[in-house]
């Protein structure tokens, strides 16, 4: 809850004011060496051509200045021990405290001008502190530097890694990744590089922003906070002389003996200066303000500060740099600490890479952000309005009267989908519905419903989807009086398997018992046939009196072409089938999320087909014509099932080859995140009696040749998506069943969401531990905070998933306790059931149906 928390506060800050920080921290950047190229950009100005004769006294070059720019007060003047330098002098604009810098040739006094770099670089100073717009710019800034705070810290406690010692986990950028991971991983990785740099950046930066927060810097230091001086004001209304105005600080003000003496006092105080800045005194016959630099100064920063009194030379305040305590040194160095300079060049740089790094957040953050909305606003929109946010108190009671209540079970998304299309078609007539799964409806809402549909899917061998086992469990073992209840049911199921539409016959059954009134006998699907749905559309508009606009299932995406990018062989020396992991370059527009399926339609190999037509007339290039296009007999038999014998001659190719059925899809779990940029499978081959490959693992493991095109298409899988919060995560499976969980894993890691148990089984430890080095690296990063895996062949008698279930009974029981979902992906036979019976003993059978009911236990087995 903690995490969540601060990821909604993280997010939520930088996209506030990421903006503020990346103009700051690129105008930082600029500022890095401003001194350096305004001096580079300013020959001529800056600097001079060094003569023979010294330079002038520096009274003198006051007289000048003061003699060509009569009407305007020097605020400040800046002389250097560099002969080649000029001389630096502040005049007033107006009357006001600000000024303008102008440069004096030290040797002539001639004005020089002004620096149009210096120029620039004094409004890129203005936009870095102020965005150029004073007073509200300046509390905008300021906030953001807050925030700068907060964004640190809580991005170094989300990526927080739980082996704080592998540098691995902290600063390496995986360029295999593609989209958001990749994006996330440079995010990361590139926040904890320059973590500290903007920890002291925002520090010091603060200096100029708050006065409370300068305030706790000084108490921090353990020094007094000196007291600001002020330039002179207008004087008060109703004193003496009210409408005059006072006199304002001014340098040239002061007599050319009064300068002569205090600079002979100055330089006889400090010899080797290397710069020295002379301020005027804030009032009449105040001392004289200088500041310096020595030639031991360790940075630009390091200044020293004496009084100087005009008249007599006399020298009060002196503090020293080279004096100071270590508190008083960082304070005087607050803006060399800011820019770096206090550590060297080698600090500049650091400082400079690292505001430089600033914009690379703001995009890289903005775009997880866009992402992660466009993916909540896909996955919004792919569920009708009344799934959002439920039917209307009106249409409820509607719906207990003349309404029709819909209710649903579905394992993959299929039933629950032909629900809501079916709830639209009696919306389209006039009907209102409700529409409800079987776990959400109980005995008091089936009691008070007069008309009913169940649109429900059989799991398995005849066994309920796994949300519907509570219903099934529960409230279909107990009597109950429907005699009110007109029903009618569509049963999706699969006529390969023994007890097909099980459940769908099973629930018919029991309404039947209970009272309830069949308006038709049940119209079961077998494998998405088309004609049984246009059959429950006709049937289900005669029995409500309402013609319905005949539609057809709605198909989910087309079929295209991916690119078969990677095919590698991950147990080589196993006891048990070759296992591949496979990834697909994606056609554009292509989408997915963890959990969804992939259906694949596998081809012959043009060897099987040529080995299908050898002995008879026909050749493989034989030209024939399938639909609208032309291609070659050998072509076409790779997309069909062969029949026992070649077309015999004189045959009519076309008509022949219209009776073939096409090859079946096949169904593959996706083994990656939408964001990873491929799309990844993990096929076993499926051997037959007579030594051949299975249909789909021997075209996709190798029929299919890498850079070939595979036709497939994703299909979303909406029961095994994953859990709405970012609670805890126990995911369990064996075999090729890591596919499903790995793409969890991956969506998981790359939003930061850490408490992640996996529980794996394969055979041998040596052979077949599939992704080892990618679960390790997301243990190692944080992102699983356990990882169990059993190896069957590798000890006597051989453990199972299902026997480190029941060891870790207990803290499955906490984690569930804590709010986490457990995911079963894999074998049907075998493992699932028996995952399903430890987990019923770690937690207890009501728990677990209980969880099936609120979609916190989920499985994607096969």
């Keep these: ?224 906070q000196p007291v ?74 390091a200044f020293s500060r004496m009084e100087v009194d005009a008249a007599s030379g006399a020298i009060r305040n002196e503090d020293r740099y080279a004096r100071k305590t270590t508190g008083g040194q960082l304070m005087t160095s607050i803006y060399a600490l800011h820019r770096g300079s206090f550590f060297g060049q080698a600090g500049v740089v650091v400082m400079m890479l690292s505001s430089l790094m600033m914009p690379v957040f703001f995009v890289t953050g903005w775009m997880l952000y866009l992402d992660r909305r466009k993916k909540k606003r896909s996955l919004a929109a792919s569920r009708p309005i009344g799934a959002r946010h439920g039917p209307p108190a009106d249409a409820r009671d509607a719906c207990a009267q003349d309404g029709v209540l819909i209710g649903y079970a579905s394992q993959s998304g299929v039933a629950e989908g032909l629900a809501w299309q079916t709830a639209g078609m009696l919306e389209g007539a006039g009907v209102p519905a409700q529409i409800q799964p079987l776990a959400c409806i109980g005995q008091g809402q089936l009691g008070a419903a007069r008309r009913a549909l169940f649109i429900v899917s059989t799991f398995g061998d005849g066994e309920p989807p796994d949300s519907a086992r509570r219903f099934a469990q529960q409230l279909m073992n107990q009597a109950m009086a429907l005699p009110a209840l ?24 029991w309404l039947r018992a209970q009272g309830g009134v069949a308006a038709f006998d049940p119209i079961e699907v077998d494998r998405g046939d088309p004609g049984a749905w246009a059959c429950w559309q006709e049937r ?19 079929f295209q072409s991916w690119t078969l990018v990677e095919r590698d062989l991950l147990n080589p020396g196993s006891i048990g089938l070759p296992a591949y992991h496979l990834a697909f370059r994606p056609p554009p527009g292509a989408r997915w999320v963890a959990g969804d399926l992939v259906e694949v339609r596998p081809r012959h190999t043009a060897a099987r087909v040529g080995t299908f037509l050898s002995g008879s007339v026909w050749a493989c290039n034989v030209a024939v014509r399938v639909g609208e296009r ?93 859990p709405a919060t970012a609670r805890g995560m126990i995911l369990i499976g064996n075999g090729t069943g890591l596919a499903g969980l790995r793409a969890h894993l991956a969506e998981r890691v790359a939003q930061g969401q850490q408490r992640n148990w996996l529980i794996f089984g394969e055979r041998q430890a040596a052979h077949d531990s599939f992704y080892d080095a990618t ?48 995911y079963v992906c894999g074998s049907l036979s075998g493992m699932a059931p028996a995952v399903d019976a430890a987990l019923a003993e770690a937690i207890g059978t009501d728990a677990l149906l209980d969880l099936s009911a609120q979609g916190r236990y989920r499985r994607d087995v096969y």
């Excluded at 304002?248 to 400090?270: H, I, K």
């Excluded at 007109?486 to 769908?504: E, I, N, P, T, V």
């Excluded at 499926?686 to 493991?701: A, E, F, K």
């Excluded at 199972?800 to 060891?807: A, H, L, M, P």
């Design 1 to 224: 809850m903690m995490k969540r928390l601060w990821f909604q506060l993280h997010w939520a800050f930088g996209i506030s004011a990421g903006l503020v920080l990346a103009v700051v921290g690129l105008t930082g950047a600029m500022l890095s060496y401003d001194d350096a190229l305004t001096r580079a950009f300013s020959r001529g100005v800056m600097t001079v051509a060094v003569r023979d004769t010294p330079p002038l006294p520096i009274p003198e070059l006051l007289a000048r200045v003061h003699e060509a720019a009569p009407d305007r007060r020097v605020l400040l003047m800046t002389v250097t021990h560099t002969p080649q330098d000029a001389v630096g002098v502040r005049l007033s604009v107006g009357d006001g405290p600000r000024g303008e810098t102008y440069f004096v040739d030290p040797y002539s006094g001639r004005m020089l001008g002004r620096s149009q770099a210096d120029a620039v670089f004094r409004f890129i100073m203005d936009v870095h502190r102020f965005l150029t717009v004073d007073g509200v710019g300046k509390q905008i800034t300021a906030a953001a530097t807050l925030l700068l705070f907060v964004l640190a810290l809580s991005g170094l406690y989300l990526r927080w890694p739980r082996r704080i010692g592998n540098w691995r986990a902290w600063f390496h950028i995986d360029l295999k990744k593609r989209g958001r991971p990749f994006l996330w991983n440079l995010h990361a990785v590139i926040g904890t590089v320059v973590l500290v740099p903007y920890l002291l950046s925002a520090t010091t930066g603060l200096y100029w922003s708050y006065d409370w927060w300068r305030g706790m810097l000084f108490s921090i230091a353990g020094v007094a």
């Design 228 to 301: 600001r001086n002020k330039p002179a004001t207008l004087p008060t209304r109703g004193m003496q002389g009210a409408g005059k105005r006072a006199a304002l600080p001014d340098l040239a003000a002061t007599t050319a003996n009064e300068m002569a003496t205090a600079w002979r006092s100055f330089t006889e105080q400090v010899p080797d200066y290397t710069k020295v800045y002379w301020r005027p005194a804030q009032k009449p016959g105040g001392p004289l303000q200088v500041t310096w630099l020595d030639t031991s100064a360790p940075h630009e920063r």
């Design 486 to 509: 007109r029903f009618a049911m569509l049963s999706l199921g699969d006529s390969h398997y023994d007890r097909f539409c099980g459940f769908g016959r099973k629930l018919d059954g």
């Design 540 to 558: 289900l508009g005669e029995w409500l009196g309402h013609p319905l606009t005949v539609t057809k299932p709605q198909d989910g995406p087309h």
């Design 630 to 722: 032309e291609t070659t007999l050998g072509d076409a038999l790779r997309d069909r099932v062969l029949p026992s014998a070649a077309p015999r001659a004189g045959v009519d190719l076309r008509d022949w080859l219209a009776r073939l059925a096409p090859l079946p899809v096949r169904e593959y779990s996706i083994a990656s995140a939408g964001d990873e940029g491929q799309l990844m499978l993990l096929v076993r081959q499926i051997r037959h009696h007579d030594g051949t490959l299975g249909l789909g693992s021997g075209w996709l493991t190798e029929g299919a040749a890498l850079g070939e095109r595979v036709v497939m298409r994703v299909r979303a899988n909406p029961g095994f998506h994953g």
């Design 775 to 822: 679960l390790r690296a997301w243990q190692a990063q944080g992102g699983m905070v356990r990882l169990d895996r059993v190896y069957s062949r590798d000890q006597t008698p051989g453990r199972y998933v299902q026997d480190r279930v029941r060891e870790a009974a207990r803290d499955i029981a906490a984690w569930v306790a804590r709010g986490a979902s457990i």
